[in-house]
Nanobody, 127 residues
Framework: QAQLVESGGDSVQAGGSLRLSCAAS????????MGWFRQAPGKEREGVAT????????YYADSVKGRFTISLDNAKNTLYLQMVSLKAGDTAIYYC????????????????????WGQGTQVTVSS
């Protein structure tokens, strides 16, 4: 069973940058997708970015395209999310998650298809 531990959350000014990390252990070779999700106060959890672990294809929510970059270091079993040009609307708890495939392309950012989750890391962006 995969265990995921996020780190890197912080409080930053709008326009700033952060890099989140997610250390994976008990990682199974059958895990097909890993991703970042976020949940703002009073809102539902939403998909931010995901990566296909076996081929490297990446997927982004429209709200973060061009600002966030997801990457995976297989040697370190670590998932990253580089965030630049942060906005107040990016304030949320960010979660790392993984799932075993296959997953239809239309669902790669769907919270419901991910079955292993980290505890989350807080990102606060002040304007």
């Amino acid at each position: 069973q995969a265990q995921l531990v996020e780190s890197g959350g912080d409080s930053v000014q709008a326009g700033g940058s952060l890099r989140l990390s997610c250390a994976a252990s008990g990682y199974t070779t059958s895990s097909a997708y890993m991703g970042w999700f976020r949940q703002a106060p009073g809102k539902e959890r939403e998909g931010v970015a995901t990566i296909y672990t076996r081929g490297g294809a990446t997927y982004y929510a429209d709200s973060v395209k061009g600002r966030f970059t997801i990457s995976l270091d297989n040697a370190k079993n670590t998932l990253y999310l580089q965030m630049v040009s942060l906005k107040a609307g990016d304030t949320a708890i960010y979660y790392c998650a993984t799932t075993e495939g296959p997953v239809p392309a239309i669902q790669v950012l769907d919270v419901a298809v991910y079955n292993y989750w980290g505890q989350g890391t807080q990102v606060t962006v002040s304007s």
